[in-house]
């Protein structure tokens, strides 16, 4: 074989069989294949295998797998960090003619989001007092389909009524999402309380060492939002 071609082989020459305590990382958008018949361009990676790397690789998976173990989620999805996992929360649960509802102690690149690109959007998101309960539901108006509560909240460390709220959002089906960061799946269960979509900003309790940048959203079950 001229060297040429040599430079472009994908084979791999070392033995198999190496097993690690950690998942390997696997950086690749591409996924080789024994034979065409068996390319499937799915995202349900434990029915069809992998199809393509930003489906989700060995490496995302473990950790997304991982950590709907510890919200106890039905599944989580990896994203580039906690602000990416708040945007994709509002983005799917809201649209333009949309109003949302946010406490005053959220993380401040939250309401910076809602005061900003998604006013510009068309969406309304309205601050509330986060000790408010269950008074929540005077709150909710006919176009409400998001609520977020955020407990403990950033820096003031409020408890909100998780409960209180979720009951209240539900009778009006309105869909409540958790910034879970701080108790981390660990010291709350957001979804035995009520909660819909949990996220976390993996930088903090997951990461460890704040030497990474990553973010996760959880979901017990398929959201059914009014928004959707």
Same mark, same amino acid.
């Given at each position: 074989?001229?060297?040429?071609?040599?430079?472009?082989?994908?084979?791999?020459?070392?033995?198999?069989?190496?097993?690690?305590?950690?998942?390997?990382?696997?950086?690749?958008?591409? *996924?080789?294949?024994?034979?065409?018949?068996?390319?499937?361009?799915?995202w349900d990676?434990?029915?069809?295998?992998?199809?393509?790397?930003?489906?989700?690789?060995?490496t995302t998976?473990?950790?997304?797998?991982?950590?709907?173990?510890?919200?106890?989620?039905?599944?989580?999805?990896?994203?580039?960090?906690?602000?990416?996992?708040?945007?994709?929360?509002?983005?799917?649960?809201?649209?333009?003619?949309?109003?949302?509802?946010?406490?005053?102690?959220?993380?401040?690149?939250?309401?910076?989001?809602?005061?900003?690109?998604?006013?510009?959007?068309?969406?309304?998101?309205?601050?509330?007092?986060?000790?408010?309960?269950?008074?929540?539901?005077?709150?909710?108006?006919?176009?409400?389909?998001?609520?977020?509560?955020?407990?403990?909240?950033?820096?003031?460390?409020?408890?909100?009524?998780?409960?209180?709220?979720?009951?209240?959002?539900?009778?009006?089906?309105?869909? *409540?999402?958790?910034?879970?960061?701080?108790?981390?799946?660990?010291?709350?269960?957001?979804?035995?309380?009520?909660?819909?979509?949990?996220?976390?900003?993996?930088?903090?309790?997951?990461?460890?060492?704040?030497?990474?940048?990553?973010?996760? *959203?959880?979901?017990?079950? *398929?959201?059914?939002?009014?928004?959707?």
């Amino acid at each position: 074989m001229h060297w040429h071609s040599r430079l472009v082989q994908p084979q791999t020459l070392a033995a198999p069989g190496f097993e690690s305590l950690a998942t390997p990382t696997y950086r690749g958008s591409t *996924v080789l294949f024994n034979k065409q018949a068996d390319v499937v361009d799915d995202w349900d990676q434990a029915k069809s295998g992998y199809a393509y790397g930003l489906y989700g690789t060995p490496t995302t998976l473990e950790l997304s797998g991982r950590i709907a173990q510890l919200e106890g989620a039905k599944h989580s999805f990896v994203v580039p960090g906690g602000q990416a996992a708040i945007a994709l929360i509002y983005f799917a649960m809201c649209k333009a003619g949309s109003h949302a509802l946010v406490p005053y102690n959220a993380y401040g690149p939250n309401k910076e989001m809602a005061q900003g690109l998604l006013k510009d959007l068309g969406i309304d998101v309205e601050p509330y007092d986060p000790m408010i309960g269950g008074g929540i539901a005077e709150l909710i108006r006919d176009n409400t389909t998001l609520i977020w509560v955020e407990s403990p909240g950033s820096v003031t460390m409020e408890i909100q009524d998780i409960p209180a709220i979720c009951q209240a959002a539900h009778q009006r089906g309105v869909m *409540v999402a958790l910034d879970n960061t701080y108790a981390a799946g660990v010291l709350f269960d957001a979804f035995a309380h009520g909660v819909d979509i949990s996220m976390q900003a993996l930088t903090k309790y997951v990461g460890g060492h704040s030497d990474l940048l990553l973010g996760t *959203v959880s979901a017990e079950t *398929v959201p059914n939002s009014k928004s959707l």
